[in-house]
């Protein structure tokens, strides 16, 4: 049994790396109030010689929970960085703007960061959104590094020096946990998946892996993105009586069709992809996690047999921040782990630009940072890291 993921106070930081940290509703509330001005400009006086980052990601809305614990984690690395001097004495600042999980917003967000000059982009979250930042991207030429996303639109080989994954793709994990549930003899499978870009990927994978064993799914229902009316869906799969619904959504919806399909009588078991949000999915059904899946792609961040969480947990301890343990601050964490490596060896010459970050994370790829393997682009027939873990009902999380 590994310690609590369940997060008692958000403890919300500020979107300024090395700032005073601020509590959850004041910082919600700053958030919501810089956007009813028009967004102020985010090149600051304070930023004069700072490497700054852009990063658009949902601070509130259906998916909030999982954009703030990614950036809390990243922060934490960032700011740790600073107090050691930064990168070649240049502090890291991330700018974090909401985008409530909306295409149109993430695009005009980007439009900001490109506006203020920032350095690269970083840890947007979600494949809709990250899509419609695409076009920018292309155009200005500025890498995005971590999206909280495994869609494969953003792993096309035109995409190889634009946009760097950390993550494993939607179809790694669905692969996993078909792999997993055909071992196990249930090959009745259904798919709820969110109705875009996301949950297609998703469908996709599950798609691709059950044809392996000339097998499809039993059924399949959708929900619409930001929206957590699931009754649809639970009737029409429920009454396929599956073996098991594999979830593409979001933690609001899943936690929502979870809670219905067992009050409908389905005695099934639930899978969902990393996306979810383990703690925030967690938090959303309290009692009635117990036995929900969710496949990982970061190590564990209650178990410190690995490298990177070690350092997780004691750069956390360090900072007196009240942040608890989660693995979406474990993946921002990761993320911004592995990022500052790259900026650092394309620093090393003196001179850092855009086309030396790119050069020093290709050069990146194929190794390991704090013992995570990097696989930016493939690796042969090597698998990126995947794992399954299980939630209970008191809040913990067993792998």
């Known amino acids: 049994m590994f310690q609590s993921n369940k997060v008692a106070s958000l403890g919300l930081k500020p979107v300024v ?10 910082f919600v509330a700053s958030v919501a109030a810089v956007a009813a001005t028009g967004l102020a400009p985010l090149a600051r006086a304070q930023d004069a010689g700072a490497i700054v980052l852009g990063q658009s990601c949902a601070l509130s809305g259906f998916s909030g929970e999982l954009g703030v614990q ?18 070649n004495g240049r502090e890291v600042r991330l700018r974090v703007l909401d985008d409530g999980y909306e295409p149109e917003r993430c695009a005009a967000n980007t439009q900001r960061f490109i ?24 155009q ?10 495994g869609s494969q639109v953003l792993r096309q080989p035109n995409l190889r020096h634009l946009v760097f994954n950390v993550r494993a793709s939607y179809a790694d994990e669905t692969a996993l946990m078909v792999r997993q549930l055909i071992g196990l003899g249930l090959k009745k499978i259904a798919v709820f998946y969110q109705n875009d870009g996301y949950g297609q990927s998703g469908l996709e994978g599950v798609n691709e892996a059950l044809a392996l064993h000339g097998l ?39 936690a929502g069709f979870v809670r219905e399909a067992r009050a409908a009588g389905y005695g099934g078991q639930f899978y969902n992809v990393s996306f979810v949000g383990t703690s925030a999915l967690s938090n959303a059904l309290g009692k ?41 601050a474990m993946e921002g964490f990761l993320a911004a782990r592995i990022f500052s490596e790259g900026l650092r060896r394309a620093a090393a010459n003196g001179k850092l630009t855009r086309e030396s970050l790119v050069a020093a994370l290709d050069g990146l790829n194929g ?4 013992g995570f393997p990097v696989a930016f682009q493939p690796q042969g027939a090597k698998a990126r890291f995947v794992e399954l873990s299980m939630l209970t009902g008191d809040g913990k999380v067993r792998v």
Request: net charge positive; charged share 15%.
């Open 17 to 26: 790396a090395g700032s005073a940290h601020v509590g959850r509703r004041q």
């Open 367 to 370: 190794q390991q940072v704090a």
């Open 115 to 138: 506006k203020d000059e920032a350095f690269a982009l970083f840890g947007y979250l979600g494949t809709p959104t990250s899509v419609a930042a695409l076009p920018l991207l292309q």
């Open 288 to 328: 009635e996690a117990e036995g929900v899946v969710v496949t990982q792609v970061v190590p564990s961040p209650f178990k410190t047999t690995h490298p990177v969480t070690r350092e997780f947990l004691a750069v956390l301890g360090k900072s007196g921040k009240n942040l608890q343990p989660n693995y979406s």
């Open 140 to 149: 200005e030429k500025i890498p995005l590094f971590a999206p909280l996303t």
């Open 216 to 254: 499809s799914p039993v059924a399949t229902a959708t929900v619409e993105r930001n929206s957590a009316d699931v009754k649809g869906a639970v009737q029409k799969l429920v009454a396929q009586k599956p073996d098991v619904i594999v979830q593409v959504t979001t933690y609001s919806a899943s």
């Open 70 to 87: 990614y950036s809390q984690g990243a922060l934490l690395c960032f700011e740790d960085l600073n107090a050691r001097g930064g990168i």
